[in-house]
Structure formats: structure tokens, C-alpha cells
């Protein structure tokens, strides 16, 4: 295969959804669909409880590395599939963000019963902000659920994004029997499932036109698709591939991955229409795949729980070029050479050796502690530098110090290594310099840094929640940090630039604060402050 035919034929996505939507079931019949698994089951079982953090801890200790953090690979009618797997509730943290920036797009999965959930928002929006693709699959459909009207009036008035059913549900609510194609006007009815969903469904497909159709279908099942497909080209939105691209319009899909209802379809239309790799914004000017040189970019680092070894690896994403076997590249950031040796590669739970890899492309390598989530590594002469990621807002606080007083210098450089890995956002408190306070997206990210000061440095924590829930950085052009009103319920600390930020108990009380301070700018990130 060419070099430009490999770019060409990769497709890089990450599936984001609220806990329960059927994630881990999805992910495993896209497995199953593209043949990297036989029978269902298998990826599910990675799915253990992980709500203690010994738990958790055993679980990466005896697998070597975090099961949130593999990439799972197949190939599917000519297609290089890449599914960045986005850890589910228990592990949500900052690197669940983190990974979307190595996605070229998205797949939404949303419950047919539960609609927009709280996490599928949140994923969303970084998603949005991205501006990659994000595609729709209504999860469940087996079971009873919302009206798939309603669910499309819900993605648009909560997410913003105007959706364009691509095919459409053929049955009464909770019996639905098969679906229907738009573009094609086919119709698909899929046999029951006896298996709950470990083998590949068979099907009839076929024209909607063929009177078999009629024939099989309710009298009032194949009225109300009539009907419901009427409405939906009159006044539904016209389909806009621009649009897709952009992420302003979201391709609909219904299905039911337990089932594997609707699965197939799903995947080779999505495969179809999701983007190859696509260029990279650095600050020196935009990136192209199809160059020459090899770029990627670190969007994860994985440190090996096991204390006696405390090798990491970092996960990076390829932009452009091609990846060889111990290539020599630059690191940007400290600007040494780093031979990259022992690239690996995942599928579910096991590793193998890379010799090449192209865009779109996730590798892991060991690392010694040189590389930083977000830095760059290029192979050419001309210096690349893409762009920093942003920071996103942290909702959990906590006060933290070492409960030995005499370990302070170890703590120190633990915190200090630990946020530049990414593990947590760290804050200076302005009024109390024996205490730090750190910043997290998820409860996760307390428990690791807890875990990892102890094992890794020999510091054991005390730590005490706050009762904060938002972040705001602010500025202003001509007041100090001291004239703020109304502030006494809220924290003032600095981030790791020696920005300031308040700490703040809910979005009420930061919206009060901001009223009450007009000569200020308050922002949700720092990404945000003017310069
Ligand atoms: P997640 O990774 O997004 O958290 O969800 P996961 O796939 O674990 O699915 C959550 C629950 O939803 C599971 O049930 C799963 O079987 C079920 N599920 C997933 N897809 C479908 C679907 O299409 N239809 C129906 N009816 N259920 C679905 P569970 O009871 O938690 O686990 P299990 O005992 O079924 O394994």
C-alpha cells in the first residue's frame, strides 16, 4: 500500500457518551463487525468495577498498562480503523478530554430512553470546539424509549447541532424491526436476536418500494414509516457533507449494539463519511498529512503502576509522515534528539511492536520523563510547534499536603511532575503557602495522584475536598485582585503560569461574583483571557 493510500484509507474516531449508553457493547460489535474479535464478550470483560482504588490499581498492575487508554485497531472494507477509546464514568478525568484532540471525529452515543445526558454535553462541547465531525448513534432501540423526533429536538435545542437522520427507525416503539436507509431508500429487517448479540444478525434488505416489504411489515408499521419519512424530508434540514465536516450538522443513526440492530449499516455508512486524516494547525502554519516529514503530538502519558519500574509511556498521535521503527526525531518543547524504540501498538488488551505507522495513527513509546502531554516531535530540519491544548476547566478541588512535614521537598517535586505529566491541574493558595490545591475533571485523578505520590516519591497525602465546583480565570485592565467585591465565599489561588483564578462554589454564585465586578473579566478557561 502507498503512503498516500494508507492516509487515505485511516479513520480515526473516539466514541463519547454518558455512562450506561452502551459504549463498552458498541465498540465491541464495531470489534466483532470488523472481524478483530469473533465473539462478543471478550471486551466487555475489561470492563471491571473500578470503584475502589485498590481495584483500579491491580487492574493496571496486571495489565501493565490502563485498559481506558487503548487504541483499538481494525480493518473494514479497505479502511484502517483507529477507535480511541475514551475511559468510562468511574475514570473520567482530564485524559478523556485530552484524547479527543487526537480524534478526526466523533460518535455520539446517546440512549434512546435517556436522550442528552450530563458527560455526553461536557464531551460534547470539546468535541464542538474542535470542530471535527461528530456523528449520532441512538443506542437501545430494542427497548422502549423517547419518540426519535423528540430525540432529534433534544440534540438541537441542548447540543446546538442540527441532525440529519441518515436512516430511521421501522417498527413500534420497543419492537422495532429494522431500519430504514434515506440516501438509498432500502429497507433493512433484522431477525431476532437469540444470541444477545454475540454473533453477527442476519437480515432482508431490499427496496422500500418491494412489496415483500408490505408484505412483512404491519399494515401500521409500514404506514407510520411512510408517514415519518414524509415528514422528515419536508421538514427536516437537507443533508450538507460541508455542514458534517464542520460539526454543524450530526449524521443520525438508531440502532442497538446489544442486539446488533442497526450496527453494520452504522459503521460502513459512518466509514464512508467520516474523515481520513486530516491537517494539523501548528504555530508555524498548518500541517499536511501527506508531508514527508513525520509530526505527531503527545496526548497522553501513561505511567506504569508498577513502583519498582517507573517507566511511562506516552501515547502520541501521528500528523504527518511516516513512523519508522527507531526514527530519530525532535522533541520541540527541550528541543533533544529521542530515538523512539519499542513503538508499540494496542488491540484490547494486548500490545505488539510497531515497525511503520501512518497519520491518523496512535503509537505508544517509553518514555524517561523528557516528554509533556501536548508537546511535539518532528523528524525534519524546520521546526513544528502544535498548538497547545487547551486547559480544561476542572469541578473537584481538593487541599492537599503532605501529612510528613519533613517530606516536603519530595512532595514538591512530585507535584510538580505530576501536573507536568498532566495527572492534575495545580494551584498555589494565595493565602496558605504549606498547602496546595489541585484541580480535577474527575475523582479519578485524586485517587491516582494520591496513589502515585506514595508509591513513586514516598510522600502520603492529606487531602481535603473543597466545596468548589468552578474555576474562573480573570483579569482586568486597570483594577488589582484586591479591589474585588463579594468574594468571601469563593478562593483566590494562581495556576502553574501565576494566573489568578477564583475558586468558586456554583455557576450561580460565579455569575453574582461577575455582576458585582464589572471592572472585571472573568473566563471559563484561560484559553480565553484577552492577551
Ligand atoms: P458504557 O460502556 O457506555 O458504560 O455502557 P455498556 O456498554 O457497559 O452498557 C451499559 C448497559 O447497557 C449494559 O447492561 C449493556 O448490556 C446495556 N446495553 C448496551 N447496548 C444496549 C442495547 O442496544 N440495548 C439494550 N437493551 N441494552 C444495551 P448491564 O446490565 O449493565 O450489563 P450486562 O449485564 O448486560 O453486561
Redesign the pocket.
Known sequence: MSFLDAINSRRTFAII?H????????TEKLLLYGGAIHLAGSV?AR?TTKHAVSDWMEIEKQRGISVTSSVLQFDYNGHHVNILDTP??QDFSEDTYRTLMAADSAVM?IDVAKGVEAQTKKLFKVCKERHIPIFTFI??I??FGRNPFDLMDEIESILGIHAYPINWPIGLNGNYQGIYDRATASIELFEKDTTHGQRKLASTKGSAADPIFKELLDEEVHQGLIDDIELLDMAGDSFDMEKVKKGELTPLFFG????NFGVKPFLESFLSMAPKPQPRHALEGDVMPESEEFTSFVFKIQANMNPHHHDRIVFMRICSGMFQKNMTVTHRQSGKSIRLTQPQQFLATERTLVENAYPGDIIGVFDTGTLGVGDTLYSGKKKVTFKDFPTFPPELFSRIRAKDSMKKKQFLKGMTQLAQEGAVQIYENLASMDSYIVGAVGQLQFEVLSYRLEHEYGVILEMNPLPYTVARWFTSIDHDYTELKNVDSAMLVKDHKQRLVLLITNEWQSNWIAERNPNFIFCASPDELPE
Do not use: W
Open positions: 457518551s455512562p450506561d449508553a452502551g459504549k463498552t457493547t458498541l466487555k470492563k468510562g464514568h452515543l443506542n437501545k430494542d427497548h442497538s449494539a446489544m442486539t
